[in-house]
């Protein structure tokens, strides 16, 4: 088992910039896939980001974030992060970052794939 741990989140300005990460409890970084969720009030939780184990180096994002947000992870620190440019209000959510050693390749964007998850950091983009 792996616990996760998200981290800063905050309020910010829209156009601004915030960096969330996930310390995991674990070594992760060589079987574990990742992925940052997050969930907006009234809303079901969507897919942010995913990313492979180390030697794959597999990296999708979901469109609304193309292009502004990335994921990277730190194998020695056994930390995911999910940097976040050029924030819009619409981007206002609780984020989650998510873990599981088994993820079917075409499905790494339903929530159903992952076992662990962290308690969420909340995110607030003003305009």
């Known amino acids: 088992q792996v616990q996760l741990a998200e981290s800063g989140g905050g309020l910010v300005q829209a156009g601004g910039s915030l960096r969330l990460s996930c310390a995991a409890s674990?070594?992760?970084?060589?079987?574990?896939?990742m992925a940052w969720f997050r969930q907006a009030p009234g809303k079901e939780r969507e897919f942010v980001a995913h990313?492979?184990?180390?030697?794959?180096?597999?990296?999708y994002y979901a469109n609304p974030v193309k292009g502004r947000f990335t994921i990277s992870r730190d194998s020695a620190k056994n930390t995911l992060y999910l940097q976040m440019n050029s924030l819009k209000p619409e981007d206002t959510a609780v984020y989650y970052c998510?873990?599981?050693?088994?993820?079917?390749?075409?499905?790494?964007?339903?929530?159903?794939?992952?076992?662990?998850w962290g308690q969420g950091t909340q995110v607030t983009v003003s305009s």
């Open positions: 674990a070594r992760t970084s060589s079987n574990y896939y």
């Open positions: 990313i492979g184990f180390d030697w794959s180096g597999a990296i």
């Open positions: 998510a873990a599981d050693e088994d993820v079917r390749p075409d499905l790494y964007a339903f929530a159903d794939e992952y076992d662990y």
